[in-house]
C-alpha cells in the first residue's frame, strides 16, 4: 500500500496538523458559490433517471471543456471522463454520479423538479432525491478550482461522471468500457455522498467498511394449490413463505458471530389472486447486507437451506424444491483506506477546522463507487460524507433521509464544504 506522509505535532497526546489555512483556495471558491449555486439549481430542476443521463451528461462535458479539460463521452452508457494533465505526479480518480430516482417532489422549493416521465409503465415524476445534483455541483467546483490552482500540484486528475449509480450498474459499465485500460490505472480514487444527518459546514469520515454489499435475492417457493377450504389437499406456499420468513430471520441473530454485521430484509411477498384458492407458489423478494466476504457466503448459505429445509418438512418432491436466485453480480463492500482517509481528513480540517471533521459510522446502504478500489489493481479509495442539513433540522429530528420526497440540501454552504474539502485533498495527495 502507498505510503501517505502528513506532518504532525503532538501536543497532551492529540495531533494537529500544522498548516496555516489555505486563503487562496478559500477565495476562490467564495467568488464562484454563486455560480455553483446557480448550476446546482438548474440541475436540480432538470433530473435524469438512470441510463437515461444524456443531457446531463452532456452539460458537464460543455463545463469542463470551457475550462480546458480534455474530455471523453460514451465510456459506458452516458459515462464521461476528463482529463486535467499537469506534469508528471500521481493519477487520481475524482467520481460523481449523475442519476435522478423516479419520484415526485414534494419539497416546496422554488427549484423543485415538476418533470414527469413514464416509468415501468407509470408515470411518475422525477427528483434528485439522494443528492447527486450536490454530487455533481461540487465536483465541477472542484475542477474549477483545480484549474485555477494548477501552480500548486503536479499530477493528473481524472474526473470521472458515472450514470446509473441508483441501479449499482453505472461504475461497472464504465469499467468494461475499459476506464483503467484507455486512461490508467490511478494512484487513488476518492468519492463524497451527501448525508441527510450531517450539518452543512461538516464532512464524516469512517476507516475500513463503510458501506455494505447490496444484493437482492428472489426465492420462488412452490407448493401444490386448492381450494381454500380443503386446504388438506394442498401443500400452501404461502404458510411455507411465512415459515420461511421467520426463519431467514434467524441468520443474523443465531447463525452469524455478535460481533459481525448483515441485514436480511424480506422487502414483498407476492402470491395468490383471490380469497379462497390456495395458490401454487409465492415469491419472496429480499435484500441482502454485508460487509465481509465470508459472511455474506454464510448469509447465501443459509438461505438456501433454510428454503430447502422448510420444503422437505413440508413433504414436496425434489423437483418442487424452493428456487433462490442469488445474483453472481453485486454491489461490493464499500471500504476506505485508512491511509488516506487520513490524509484527507487532515486536509479537511485545514479549510473546514478539525472540529467540522467528523467521523461517520458504518452503514448497510449501498454505493457501487468501491468498484473503483474492487478491482485487480487493488486503488485505495474514500468515499466520505458530505453534510447538507441545517443544525436546525438536527436538534428537532427533522431529518427527511436519502430518497425521501421531502430531503434536500442546503446549497450555499454544502457546496463551499464539498469544494473545499475535496480540492484541498487532491492537492495535498498529489504533493503528497
Known sequence: MRSLLLLFVFVAGSAFVVTDPPAELKSLIKDDLPFLVEFYKHRH??????????????????????IGIEVTEGVGGYGIVGILKNGDGPLILYRTDMDALPMYEKSELEYASTKEIEYSGVRTGTMHSCGHDVHMTTWLGTARAMVAMKDQWKGTLMLIGQPAEEIGAGAKMMLEAGLYERFGVPDYGVGLHSS?????GQVGFGKGYTMAYTESVDILVKGIGAHGASPHMSVDPVVLASMIVMDLQTIVSRSMKPT????VTVGAIQGGVKHNIIPDEVILKLTVRTYKK??????????REIARGIAIAAGLPEDKMPDVHIPE???????NDPDLVDAMTASGAKVIGADNVIYAEPQMVGEDFS????TEDDVPTVLYWLG???QEKIDKGNLPGLHSPYYFPIPEKTIETGVAVTTQSLIDLFNG
Open 388 to 390: 447538507t442539513v441545517t
Open 196 to 200: 441527510p444527518t450531517i450539518a452543512a
Open 45 to 66: 430542476r432538470n433530473p435524469e433517471i438512470s441510463l437515461q443521463e444524456k443531457e446531463t451528461s452532456a452539460e458537464l462535458a460543455v463545463e469542463l471543456r470551457k
Open 294 to 303: 465470508d459472511v455474506r457466503e454464510m448469509v447465501h448459505r443459509r438461505i
Open 371 to 374: 468498484m473503483y478500489g474492487s
Open 329 to 335: 453480480a453485486s454491489t461490493p463492500a464499500n471500504f
Open 260 to 263: 459481525e454485521a448483515a441485514v
